[in-house]
Structure formats: C-alpha cells, structure tokens
C-alpha cells in the first residue's frame, strides 16, 4: 500500500514558477533577478559571523516531549550570535501539508518568529522571521496523497491503521506539490493580480542591487519571503547557494542488457520483502495500547519504520518507472554552474557554500546506496566538472565548493570527499537532518564510500569520501540511544575562509533527555 506519492519533475518546476510569475514581463522590465536575495541586516559585510543550519524538523511531539521544540530551545542559545539559520528542507512530515504548520513548525520555532509569543495566531502563509530562516525544499515539502478518497471509498481496516498507526500527520491532503511551502517561505507573486498591484509590490521589496540586477530585500522583521525555490545571497564575503535537489534526482533507466534484466528482478523482489514487511508491522502496531507510555514508544518506532519504507519503495518505483531518460531541471543545474563561475570570477569572494536536501554523499543506512543518491552525486558532478574546467587555476587547488550542507538523512555527519578525479573532489560535506524526525543509524559497510566507475580499460572501484563524524542511533532496547542535532559555523576573517564547526546534540537515552558536547572541528 503507497501512502505518499511524489510528483513528477516537470509539474514541480512548472508549478513552482507559476507561483513565483517566473520572467513576468513586469519583472523582465525591471531587471529583476528572480534567484538573488540580499540579507539586509546591516552586518552582511563584517567577515567575521556566524549562522546556524537545521533539517527534516517538521514532526509532531513523542515520548511525551517534541524533540524539534528541545533542539530550538538549545538554538535560543546561539541566537544572538548568529546571522541566520539555513534549513536543510523537510520543514514539514509527512507531506508538506499546511494543516501542520502551526504544531510542527510555528510552535517549536517561535520565538524566531515576529509575534511568536502569540504563535497561536500566526497564520503559515503570513509568518515573518525576526531570525532569518533560509529554507529548501525537501522531498517531504512536495509530497501529496492521492489514494486517500480511495482508501475511505474502500475497506475501513486500512483507513483504521493508517489513522491510528501510520500517522495522524498525514491528514487528508498533502502539499498540492509544493504549494504549502511556497504559500510559507516564497514571495508568492501569483496573489498578485498583473497590474498596480504587482508593480507596487515589486518596486517596495525588489529594491536591492546586485551585479545580475535588482533583487528581493530580505529584511529581518518586516519582509522575510524568498525570491525563488533556488536562490542566492553573499553574505561576509561568501556566497551561499540554495538549490532544490527534488528537481535533478531521478535515476537513470536500468540498462537493456542482461544486467539490467537482473537488476530489474532484484528490484522487484525487494519491493515486494519490503511491502510483506510493511504488513507484518501493521499488524504488530495493532497490538500495542498507544495509551501505555512503553508501547507507545514502540509505536513511534514502528511508524519510523513504516516512513522509511515508504522512502525505499519511491526509490524502488523511480527505478522501475524510469524507462527513457529521466528529466532533469538543467535550468537550475545551468543556473549554479553560471553562478559558481562568477563567484571565482568575483575578488570579494573568499568562499563557496551550497546547500539543499539529498546528500551526494553519505553513509546512513537506507540513504547512502539509493538511486536517488547517486542521481544526485552525479549531476552536482557534472556542474562541478564545468566550473572546474571554466575557471582553471583560479580554484588554486582549493575545492570548487567549500562545503556542502544536507538533510534527508536522519543524522548528523561530516564527510570529506577525496580526489574523485572530477571537479567534486577534496569538498568538504556535512549532514544536518537530525534536528526533529527519529533518528537513523549508520550503514554496517563503514564510513569509507566507493564507487564503481568504468573505463577503457574496465571496470574499477575507488573510495570517493570518509565520513569522520556520524551522531544517528544507536544501541537497542534499553541502550538505545536517540540523538538529535543541529550545527552552529563560525567563519572566520580572511581568505581563503576557515569555517568552525559546533555540533549541538540532544540525546534520549532511557527515557531520559540529555545533553552531549561535541569537540568542535574547523575547515579550512
């Protein structure tokens, strides 16, 4: 049984730039950039600040407590002393609805939020940040679910357990493919009718310039909206770089050979072990009393497991599906190479950081061999292989990037990639997805990453990345332990950047909240 359905590339980007009026002639007109933002705090050129980053929050309360509320609360700490917070995406389970907003976003978060103290009555689509949140989208944030009108014409008893066990949050509509988030973050231009309206709209708050031209004014406070669903801003010295990885992370079709026959019947196979035991873990959830503190964990624990299965079976789909080349949004992927190049063309510029959901590289479990993973890595690739071919021996041997910052694994790491003998090589990698939803563990094959590739003269193996750092679960029954986490950077003056690196854990350990200091490690 399917809960969640992802919507196809094409609708995503299309939908997206209707609410955005992509290249709306009254745009065009006045120049405007529709993927720059300035981050008008009166402190975006001091060289020395710091800034947060955050993923996959967006989940209810359990055990009695909401572990995004108990990370915030650790954040309030660093508040004054950091610029802003970059979300690694997932702002909202299971599917991006805004029926969830208020409990699983505006609550935890809202002392970041102007009038959080009455957070009650902040609407999702009207929220303003006193602490700029700087978002991305998440798989989660585009999801929708179209078999629930079928599930209620039906047989009750899947309705009843997908109610009870599967998880109230899924409610009873989704994200009407990424509406929800582009109504909460996006400066929705699509409200406004051509016309006055607009134009007035357009020359109160796309009055910042840049060297692509006019752009939004993000101003702490008063107007905190995003420009597009990728964007970028240069604050201190660095440009940041926000990109929507849901929109260039389909797999390739398995090949027409014999291999790809195998492949297709593995594939097959697995699908069908995962949905025997999605049963087998329904029928466990009905004989536990959510009314009964220990079984109610063990509830939660099962749902966990039921979201990840839902994950791998997507995966699974998007590989069979996948029968012609996939589409891929190279207007976006375009766009950052164009935008990298510039920034190395740039003497202010001192340092690069991109962030977005999937991880190219990564060593959590149910994530660091999927599809969508490699779909990732090898389009981020190809950019990389273009900058690095453009600006030449202006990189000085340093990376392309500086460092890339992801979600969507349920964990907090750090990994370096090594001479990968592409433009991605020696780029410095960490993992922010464990600041609300459960906790997953790390892959038993270790935290070095191969890869296959091919050549001349064969087929070959060689190590792409070492994970230094991995904080997910761990232990079972009575030992396991529940760490949630975000990070605190520092940037330092002077270029090339150094960047400091503060890791915040909050770890549930016998039914016990705790917190763990982590050493902090700096990148250079």
């Not at 300035?38 to 975006?44: F, I, Q």
């Not at 988030?181 to 699509?190: E, N």
């Not at 019947?265 to 959830?285: D, G, N, P, S, V």
């Not at 906790?439 to 990453?449: A, F, N, T, V």
Request: contains cysteine; charged residues 25%.
């Amino acid at each position: 049984m399917e809960y969640i359905f992802d919507p196809p590339i094409p609708v995503k980007i299309q939908k997206m730039k209707e609410r955005v009026r992509w290249l709306h002639p009254s745009l065009v007109q006045r120049q405007i950039d529709q993927t720059s933002l300035v981050l008008d705090d009166g402190n975006s050129d001091n060289p020395e600040f710091s800034f947060m980053v955050m993923g996959d929050t967006g989940s209810k309360p359990s055990y009695g407590q909401h572990p995004q509320r108990l990370i915030a609360e650790l954040m309030l700490a660093q508040r004054n002393e950091c610029r802003f917070i970059l979300h690694t995406g997932d702002v909202i389970y299971v599917v991006g609805s805004h029926e969830y907003y208020p409990q699983n976003f505006i609550e935890p978060l809202r002392e970041f939020l102007v009038g959080g103290e009455n957070y009650q009555d902040i609407a999702y689509d009207r929220m303003t940040f006193s602490t700029p949140i700087l978002p991305v989208l998440g798989n989660h944030d585009y999801y929708d679910v179209p078999f629930m009108y079928g599930l209620i014409a039906g047989t009750t008893l899947p309705l009843r357990r997908l109610l009870r066990y599967k998880d109230i949050e899924i409610g009873w509509h989704g994200s009407y493919q990424g509406n929800a988030y582009a109504r909460a973050f996006l400066d929705y231009l699509k409200h406004f009718s051509p016309g006055d309206k607009l134009e007035r709209h357009l020359d109160s708050h796309y009055t910042a310039k840049t060297d692509t031209g006019r752009c939004l004014r993000y101003e702490p406070g008063k107007f905190t909206r995003l420009p597009n669903r990728y964007y970028t801003f240069r604050y201190g010295g660095i440009d940041f770089f926000a990109l929507d990885s849901n929109t260039f992370n389909a797999p390739s079709p398995l090949p027409t050979t014999k291999e790809g026959d195998t492949e297709r019947r593995k594939l097959e196979k697995r699908r069908h072990e995962i949905e025997r035991e999605e049963t087998q873990i329904l029928e466990a959830c009905s004989r536990l009393n959510p009314d009964v503190a220990k079984e109610a964990e063990q509830l939660d624990a099962l749902k966990s497991k039921l979201y990840q299965i839902d994950e791998v079976k997507i995966d699974i789909e998007k590989q069979l599906e996948a029968h012609q080349a996939p589409p891929v949004d190279f207007e976006q992927l375009n766009w950052l190479k164009q935008r990298l190049i510039e920034s190395w063309n740039t003497q202010e510029v001192r340092g690069r950081v991109v962030y977005f959901h999937h991880p190219p590289y990564v060593t959590e479990a149910s994530k660091w061999h999927q599809a969508q993973t490699l779909a990732v890595r090898h389009r981020l690739r190809w950019v990389f292989d273009g900058v690095a071919e453009t600006v030449g021996s202006l990189t000085k041997g340093r990376p392309v990037v500086d460092l890339i910052l992801n979600g969507h694994a349920h964990c907090l790491e750090y990994l370096r990639t090594t001479d990968t003998g592409h433009g991605d090589s020696h780029i410095h990698c960490i993992i922010a997805g464990g600041s609300g939803r459960r906790p997953r563990r790390q892959r038993e094959e270790g935290s070095e990453l191969m890869e296959t590739f091919e050549d001349i003269t064969g087929s070959h193996t060689r190590k792409i990345a070492d994970s230094f750092l991995f904080v997910g679960r761990k232990g079972y029954d009575n030992r396991k332990r529940l760490p949630y986490s975000f990070v605190r950077i520092d940037v330092c003056a002077g270029s090339p950047a150094k960047f400091i690196i503060r890791p915040f854990i909050k770890e549930r350990f016998q039914g016990e909240w705790y917190d763990r200091e982590l050493e902090p490690f700096v990148i250079t």
